[in-house]
């Protein structure tokens, strides 16, 4: 048998974890048909490689079908509920930062911190008639955070892409939102709350704590492990 | 969990046919309700607490949660008065941070619906839980969110300090957050600052973006300069809701310190004679007073349409379980769903499925 270790099928982020792997003399590559997605592992016996796409890495390890997954803890803990029982973190990648944040147009310049935000969405509410809508894809994330910083008369409402547009597009009045650098939030006129961000994202390799091992893997994986210097 | 759905049910149809027996018309509800009623009502938290589902023709709905709100309505629609109801059937709960807790349960109500004296009719019904669930030995809670809201409201502060303490009376963390911060204890923030300290601040706003107009901003930053303006609220205010909250004792003793509070507190008062007067009315009704518990705080957080009285029962030997039975007076709620209406409204819900499992 074999430990199956999932990873991002495309993109920098496949990319970036090949690189992170073959730093710490773990080959990984993807098979000869770009069309396929299998890949072979070099350097550790007993591990298969299972390219996937990011977000439906942390649904496979709580399913127990990976055992090992490369994804972003930002989709780890929107996907998953009580998410800390289901995966174990066993590395932090160093690549594919981005803060989950919310953002509002740079123009409200009474509205800084999630208190203002709170003033801001009951006065909102009296003279529009409606709820402040904030566009996301992150729901339970965001809808925590509020809750937690006691955000009050706001309502969420599904962005799947191009949230930062939506504002000037009067869908919504504010987002939370991925972002690394910040641009797109300045180019389309918003700012950052000066608050803990929803979340610190970053690729992370996870384990997962439903797959079952069959004999040998748990060596497999323990030499995985050492050579990956963990 | 070692109850099955035939059993629960059953004992909900035993304690809906007690209910009808004293009077109350049965009545049955739609599962599925219209999302935005409850989410107007609630806010966007109640996704968390309930499952919403789209629905082609009707947009979203959602699985009841509870039957408060088609109770109302239906009572709003087409009830005679005074009324008194009796239901049961299932609710259903998403369990995001407990997944261990039953997500699909039965609920067994009685709501009144009647304008005559607020303390006996709260009586009334605190009487008939407590006979029904006499067999279980529970211990009973009781509270009272009106007490909190008059020592809000008797408060020496601006109107738009309580309006905001008032609309955040629900949410423990952050009404005490603003308490902190009206009284100087939490520093203003120095973005806040600097925004007081410049009075050119909306000419550098830059690009207008989105349906909150400049107008609005500036209404807000002038609320922000009076308050700013209004001074810290009293240490001693603090002190007497900090009293008041922490009012935790049998209902005899609770209403003597809350009489002696009122000292401090006038507008205190009224709400402490409706208090008096419901004591004098569960002792008229056979409620031993002086045994029963009263707390100032309870029913703040997960109740949040409970605006008077409020009670509990707990099953102190489980403390596992949540309660067995809670309830209270609603009046808010009726008079936000009836557009301003006034019907007031008190009543509450047992859950038959815990009643057998502290039998099993």
Known sequence: MSIKL???????????????????????????SEREYAGAVTGVEGVDLVLLSAGEIPRELAAGRIHLGVTGTDLVREKL????????????????????????????????????LDAAAAAFRARHGFRMRIATKYHRLVRDYLRAGGVADYQLVDSQGATEGTVKNLTAEAVADITSTGETLRANHLKVLSEEPVLRSQATLFRSRAAKMAPGDREALKALCATLGL | MGVSIAAEKAEAERLKAVFAEAGALPLDCPVLQPAETLLDLYGEDIRARAYVTQDPSRGEVMLRPDFTVPVVQMHMSDGAEPARYTYAGEVFRRQEQHPERRSEYFQVGYEVFDRGDPALLDAEVFARFAQVLAPWGLRAVTGDMGILAAAVAGLQISERRRAALMRHIWRPRRFRALLDRYSGKTPVPPSRAALLADPQALDRAGVSVGLRSEAEVAARIAALRADAAEGPLCRSQVDLIDTVLSVRETCTYALEHLHDIAVDLPGLVPAVERFERRCAALAEA??????LDFEASFGRTSMEYYDGFVFGFLADRRPDLPPVATGGRYDALCRHLGGGREIPAVGGVIRPGLLLELTA
């Open chain 2, 286 to 291: 056979g409620i031993d007073v002086a045994q």
């Open chain 1, 81 to 116: 509920v009580q998410w800390d029982q289901q995966v174990e973190p066993l590395a932090e990648l160093g690549f594919g930062q981005a803060d989950l944040i919310v953002a509002v147009p740079a123009c409200w310049i009474d509205v800084d911190t999630l208190d203002d």
């Open chain 1, 6 to 32: 999932g990873v991002p099928s495309k993109g920098r982020l496949m990319e970036k974890t090949f690189d992170w792997f073959g730093a710490r003399g773990v080959g990984l590559s993807r098979s000869e």
